[in-house]
């Protein structure tokens, strides 16, 4: 039968693609003999110890022995460039089982391994025992394979590999480049040769990553005074006992992920954290757990550190023995992003920060602030939620300030606010939601504020300001459904409302440009009356203060006069 040329190509193409997936996706039994290994560049001497590695790009790099297999395999994992791994069925020499599911021995006496270290992997429906009184060797699960490979030291330095941006345009033959290897990795398991993470501190050297496998660890606190990467693999627990700090970080560069650390002690003394970093430079704390902790993440003097993606969450106490979940002291240059932080005293602390952004976290139902901050200029806060802490979120004594896009949520109490500014100067708040607090915003001394597009709903006051707050701004706000929209501490304010949106409002736009004809006067005589005799609230929804608010719209004589909205917007602005 006769096949059309195009058709005939196109059968090939199918063909050859899927032969070369099936080489990708597990490379098949191979006799060594004398073939040359490509990764560590030696003879294969014994095709009983072949391994073989597969990367996510299909290349296979072969090895002379399980070992120097190990030992790549834990670097190339790091980088996250392993598809598959296979050993030699030491009973049927060059026949290919995956690495993970092998039976193992170690310190085989009847072969020796081309490493000297007498690893033979055998079937895993093979006898183990028999074949462990055949070999002499001792049964060695795979996790200890790696373990011996960590503590036995990195691969070569260099690996050579064929790359695709190595080949000339014009078809010509591949380069071979040379790529640095990933970084030593120390293996902590409970039942391994390194059981505990002190002691892989000790043996590790900078720049080297220690991996903590699953289990319970209870060790005294431990000191990271090297630069290292402390990575967790599953459940690895850290666990203080009510009694200690659990880690201590005195080294740059320092990486701490994925790990559950949890009870660390409480001291009236001293700030007990489950991560304390001490006068240091670019850490990263990142994907932790962490429970019951006086502290949760603590910077102290430190420039550069990065706090990402942690879930605190505290036992709730009384404020003198709970500590702040994540407590930035003297710090600058940091980042705090993606935390989730609940039951502490303060969720997010700062005093003398510099320079840092705070975004996409959630601080709720803490003892005291969701977030509060002295003495802390230049710092940005974007898209976090504070939700349900009993005193809100409090900014003290601090220059320039911006806060974008947060939400301040049901702080609701005699003493709650949504945001308390007091004695802040030349700061930004735009485009917040303030709900559902007993104040929206509290301005006291709030200096030069300038606060556009934020939305102050079903709080009981929108804003509360005092007289010693000069020369703010509120511009473009919506106030929707909220008991009372400005409450005033006197009579006069240089602060100004432009362009607000104001449920209350009852004017009209003839010209239709969007805003009122008529000027709005945000405070009520109900509020005034308030302010000076609390007690009275319990009038608020009687005849007497409607017959109120109907007088002071006829004859606005009792309110501030320097309180007013000049152009009300007639619609939401969003």
Known sequence: MHVPRRLQVRMIAVIALGAIAGCARAPQPIRYGGEDCDVCHMTISDPRFGAELVTNKGKVHKFDSIECMASYYLQARAAGDVRSVWVSDFQHPGTFIPAESAQYLRGTTSAHSPMGKGLAAIAPSANLARAAQDLAGQPTPWSEVLTLAAVSGPAPDTVAVTTPAARSDAGGDSSTARMPLPVHTIVVSTHGAVATLTAAIAQAHDGDRILVRAGVYREPTIVVNKRLEIDGDGDAVLDGESKRQIMTVSADDVTIRHLHLRNVGISYTEDLAAVKVLKVRKCVIADNTIENAFFGVYLSASVGCQVLRNDIRGQPRQEGNSGNGIHLWS???????????????????????????????????????????????????????????????????????????????????????????????????????????????????????????????????AIKLLSNTDDARFEQNDFLDNTFDVSMSSGQTTTRFVGNYWDDYRGYDLDHDGFGDVPFRPVRLFSVIVSQNPPTLVLLRSVFVDMLDVAERVLPSLTPETVVDARPAMRPHV
């Open 331 to 461: 710090a600058s240059d940091a980042l705090i992003a993606d935390n989730h932080v609940t039951g502490q005293r303060d969720g997010i602390y700062f005093e003398f920060v510099k320079n840092t952004d705070v975004r996409d976290n959630v601080s709720e139902r803490n003892l005291r602030y969701g977030l509060h901050f002295m003495y802390s200029d230049d710092c940005r806060y974007f898209h976090n939620i504070f939700r349900r802490n009993l005193a809100g979120v409090a900014v003290m004594f601090t220059h320039r300030v911006t806060m974008v896009g947060n939400r301040f949520e049901d702080s609701w109490g005699s003493g709650s606010y949504g945001l308390l500014l007091k004695e802040i100067f030349d700061s930004r708040i735009e485009d917040n939601h303030f709900v559902g607090n007993a104040v929206g915003l509290m301005a006291d001394d709030a200096n030069r504020l300038v606060a556009v597009r934020n939305e102050f709903r079903d709080n009981g006051w």
